[in-house]
């Protein structure tokens, strides 16, 4: 099944090119910037448009979202936290809130399964309370996983259409690195002993109890490994299908996205399965020390911005590249061409350069050196 997913158009490669070119002609030598040229010819191509347009409205969406799966030991913090969190990202007192403060990105928080009762404001897209213990039972019905994917499809649509010209997906939900990881592994057939990481700090008895958990999805999702939709029904969660639907959507609706960590990674390895090419619309921000994470970066073919060995979620590694994307677009925006700024490009005379006294800027300046 498809949900009614179709593939995905590509960014623009006129704009793509044309932003290579100017590139080349701003007033530095060629490549001088690494990989703040990629991202910045990579925004123009998604905007379709050279130079690019700083953006105006970054929005974070956290999808907060409870599993069946947490009361079996494979986490290090109660299932209460996650609606205690929900609470904290309204109020502005998580990670998230202040790395988005300092990326001047606004951030909505909703609640698609957290296992108790919250906010009204959060909970409209709400599909259930928490869903099942994917080691033994199916995470969702049919009929939750197709209103969870066009949930995350709708939400999508709110923030697009409200203006937000970038969009980053977060995760709040305990247990939810068991089913990221049971995703990727199975789509990038990886075995249970190297995906599974240490989530919110585990220690070696929860990491035994993960990776048998991890273990027996894998075993229940295989008959379905083929199928995207069922893949979520059976081994997936309500908030990661959301995620999914979002950020299929968001392709479609040719809005760039900055991926965050393994929780989002493991939605993207599935709305790449159902929007072919999709994720030509996304950057991975940054590496996780999920190893989980690294394999669906893999898959995916995303190289990350960052690499600062982190593990939180909500969003924040996205956050944290979020000044580093918008440096790319300042550069190849706002930066004088050699012409415009009567710069040479021409490599300075061997020999002494007779320059009248009190001339200024009568010596072509190497721009190659």
Same mark, same amino acid.
Do not use: Y
């Given at each position: 099944?498809?949900?009614?997913?179709?593939?995905?158009?590509?960014?623009?490669?006129?704009?793509?090119?044309?932003?290579?070119?100017?590139?080349?002609?701003?007033?530095?030598?060629?490549?001088?910037?690494?990989?703040?040229?990629?991202?910045?010819?990579?925004?123009?191509?998604?905007?379709?448009?050279?130079?690019?347009?700083?953006?105006?409205?970054?929005?974070?969406?956290?999808?907060?979202?409870?599993?069946?799966?947490?009361?079996?030991?494979?986490?290090?913090?109660?299932?209460?936290?996650?609606?205690?969190?929900?609470?904290?990202?309204?109020?502005?007192?998580?990670?998230?809130?202040?790395?988005?403060?300092?990326?001047?990105?606004?951030?909505?928080?909703?609640?698609?399964?957290?296992?108790?009762?919250?906010?009204?404001?959060?909970?409209?897209?709400?599909?259930?309370?928490?869903?099942?213990?994917?080691?033994?039972?199916?995470?969702?019905?049919?009929?939750?996983?197709?209103?969870?994917?066009?949930?995350?499809?709708?939400?999508?649509?709110?923030?697009?259409?409200?203006?937000?010209?970038?969009?980053?997906?977060?995760?709040?939900?305990?247990?939810?690195?068991?089913?990221?990881?049971?995703?990727?592994?199975?789509?990038?057939?990886?075995?249970?002993?190297?995906?599974?990481?240490?989530?919110?700090?585990?220690?070696?008895?929860?990491?035994?109890?993960?990776?048998?958990?991890?273990?027996?999805?894998?075993?229940?999702?295989?008959?379905?490994?083929?199928?995207?939709?069922?893949?979520?029904?059976?081994?997936?969660?309500?908030?990661?299908?959301? !995620?999914?639907?979002?950020?299929?959507?968001? *392709?479609?609706?040719?809005? @760039? $996205? %900055?991926?965050?960590? #393994?929780? &989002?990674? +493991?939605?993207?390895?599935?709305?790449?399965?159902?929007?072919?090419?999709?994720?030509?619309?996304?950057?991975?921000?940054?590496?996780?020390?999920?190893?989980?994470?690294?394999?669906?970066?893999?898959?995916?073919?995303?190289?990350?911005?960052?690499?600062?060995? !982190?593990?939180?979620?909500?969003?924040?590694? *996205?956050?944290?590249?979020? @000044? $580093? %994307?918008?440096?790319? #677009?300042? &550069?190849? +925006?706002?930066?004088?061409?050699?012409?415009?700024?009567?710069?040479?490009?021409?490599?300075?005379?061997?020999?002494?350069?007779?320059?009248?006294?009190?001339?200024?800027?009568?010596?072509?300046?190497?721009?190659?050196?």
């Amino acid at each position: 099944m498809s949900e009614g997913f179709a593939p995905v158009a590509p960014p623009d490669a006129g704009a793509r090119a044309a932003a290579e070119q100017r590139q080349a002609s701003l007033t530095k030598p060629p490549g001088s910037l690494g990989r703040l040229e990629e991202l910045g010819n990579w925004v123009a191509a998604c905007q379709g448009v050279c130079p690019p347009r700083q953006f105006e409205r970054a929005r974070v969406v956290v999808f907060a979202g409870d599993h069946g799966v947490a009361a079996h030991g494979v986490s290090a913090f109660p299932t209460e936290v996650t609606a205690q969190m929900v609470a904290n990202f309204q109020a502005g007192g998580a990670a998230v809130n202040a790395l988005a403060r300092v990326a001047d990105a606004g951030v909505r928080v909703v609640d698609i399964a957290v296992a108790s009762e919250t906010d009204p404001a959060v909970s409209a897209h709400k599909i259930r309370r928490s869903s099942g213990a994917i080691d033994r039972a199916d995470a969702l019905t049919i009929a939750e996983v197709t209103a969870a994917l066009a949930a995350g499809r709708a939400i999508a649509d709110e923030e697009i259409d409200a203006g937000a010209d970038l969009l980053v997906a977060g995760d709040m939900g305990i247990g939810n690195t068991t089913p990221a990881t049971v995703l990727i592994a199975t789509l990038t057939g990886t075995e249970p002993v190297k995906a599974v990481g240490r989530g919110t700090g585990v220690d070696d008895h929860g990491w035994m109890r993960k990776v048998a958990a991890v273990r027996d999805a894998m075993w229940r999702a295989r008959p379905v490994a083929r199928d995207g939709v069922e893949l979520l029904r059976v081994a997936g969660g309500a908030d990661i299908a959301a !995620m999914t639907g979002f950020l299929a959507q968001a *392709a479609a609706r040719r809005t @760039p $996205v %900055l991926l965050d960590g #393994v929780i &989002v990674a +493991a939605a993207a390895l599935v709305a790449e399965d159902l929007a072919e090419g999709a994720s030509a619309w996304w950057v991975a921000a940054h590496r996780s020390t999920e190893p989980a994470h690294t394999a669906a970066l893999t898959k995916l073919k995303l190289d990350p911005i960052l690499g600062l060995e !982190m593990r939180l979620g909500e969003g924040s590694g *996205a956050l944290t590249a979020l @000044p $580093v %994307l918008r440096s790319a #677009v300042a &550069v190849l +925006a706002e930066m004088a061409t050699f012409a415009d700024a009567g710069v040479s490009t021409a490599a300075a005379p061997s020999g002494p350069v007779d320059t009248p006294s009190g001339t200024a800027g009568a010596a072509a300046i190497d721009m190659r050196k």
